[in-house]
């Protein structure tokens, strides 16, 4: 969010204080992230950098006690949320979820490349998740892998796929989308119904269900002079839990290919 969230800084204030036991000297928004409903702060209090992310939604659980399960575990590249006083795992201001990290200096991998060492860390780190194994409560609430594309895009991609071509556009944004899709219709319908075949011969087969990435690319590996670490997870708009950088979910050891 590039703009800040409609809540004054001194009730951001009160509920760092009251919910996390900080007293805060220097509170300041970061004009950053891809998050709409999520705005951003560096937060200076007790001696300690914290980053607090300001969400205007309702908090997806798991997208908060996962990644707390997966540093509890050992992993120690994963950042997870910070407990609050009473163990909670964002505190409360109005309609406003606070939920508060460790503020980490570094920047992404593809930013400025991974190292052979890091590289390695890198497999390492989704080795370790994969072999994680689930509380029972967590195991219950994750969601899991379908392998088929979502049903609210998918259906989309047919209907443009179906009316591309003799509908007409007053856009010039449209226009422009419309003249390539119908250029690639052909590569595009071959892909839409490959990508279905594809999936529903995943599904058929047997296999071990594990925590995994979703997402696995440098720009999703945050590095930390030299070693990585893995930011802590957000909702996607259409429901799945992902990271701010890294995400993960319940599913197969094999890549996922359809998000």
């Known amino acids: 969010m590039l703009e800040k969230p409609r809540l004054e ?5 009160a509920c760092l204080r009251d919910s996390y036991g900080l007293t805060v000297a220097q509170l300041e928004f970061l004009p ?5 409903y999520a705005g951003v702060y560096r937060v200076e209090a007790n001696g300690q950098t914290y980053f ?3 969400k205007s939604d309702s908090v997806d659980e798991m997208s908060v006690s996962l990644p707390r399960y997966l540093k509890e575990q050992g992993i120690e590249q994963v950042i997870a949320p910070l407990p609050t006083i009473t163990h909670e795992l964002w505190g409360r201001a109005d309609d406003f979820s606070l939920i508060l990290y460790p503020f980490i200096e570094g920047k992404t991998g593809m930013a400025i490349g991974l190292s052979d060492s890091q590289w390695i860390e890198f497999g390492a780190v989704l080795k370790k998740i994969h072999a994680t194994r689930l509380s029972a409560e967590l195991l219950n609430r994750i969601a899991r892998e379908t392998y088929l594309p979502h049903p609210h895009w998918y259906t989309a991609a047919k209907q443009i796929q179906a009316s591309v071509v003799g509908r007409g556009y007053e856009d010039a944004t449209e226009k422009q989308l419309a003249t390539f899709w119908a250029g690639k219709r052909q590569e595009i319908g071959a892909i839409i119904e ?3 075949q594809l999936g529903r011969k995943v599904k058929e087969k047997s296999l071990d269900f594990v925590v995994c990435h979703s997402d696995i690319h440098t720009n999703n590996a945050f590095c930390k002079r030299r070693n990585l670490v893995f930011p802590g997870l957000r909702k996607n708009g259409d429901g799945r839990v992902s990271t701010y950088l890294l995400s993960f979910c319940a599913g197969s050891r094999r890549h996922r290919c359809f998000w």
């Not at 800084?9 to 204030?13: G, P, Q, R, T, W």
């Not at 950053?32 to 709409?36: K, P």
Request: charged share 40%; net charge negative; no cysteine.
């Open 32 to 36: 950053i992230g891809h998050d709409s």
């Open 194 to 196: 490959h990508t279905e």
């Open 9 to 13: 800084d001194e009730k951001m204030i």
């Open 52 to 54: 607090l992310k300001v």
